[in-house]
């Protein structure tokens, strides 16, 4: 996340509606996860709450939700267990899925 970004974050306020602090501690709490599959899904439940804080501010779009803080963490915990985030591992997982995929 740029510097510049990172100013597009500020504390939220919890209206009932979207995000709630429980999907900041499981974003936290994820990082001890070991199971990719259960990381995905709490991950994809979240994504449409970060999509509707995205749609209360004008300007707001794929960019601030994809740099939004939640989606790091849970990003880079499935960047860690499936070994991708060694970028040797995914330019040969690229090419031979890019292969197969013919």
């Given amino acids: ?6 100013m597009k974050y500020t504390a939220p306020t919890f209206d009932g509606t979207g995000l709630a602090p429980g999907d900041y501690k499981r974003a936290v709490d994820v990082q001890d996860a070991c199971n990719l599959s259960g ?8 994504l449409s709450k970060i999509w509707e804080e995205c749609r209360k501010v004008d300007g707001r ?6 740099e939004h803080p939640i989606s790091i963490l849970y990003s880079s915990k499935i960047a860690s267990l499936s ?7 995914f330019a ?3 090419d031979m899925s890019d292969r197969w995929s013919r």
């Fill in 1 to 6: 996340m740029s510097e510049e970004n990172t």
């Fill in 39 to 46: 990381v995905v899904n709490s991950f994809s439940s979240v």
């Fill in 61 to 66: 779009g794929t960019m601030w939700v994809n």
């Fill in 83 to 89: 070994g991708s985030e060694v970028s040797a591992r």
């Fill in 92 to 94: 040969k997982s690229l």
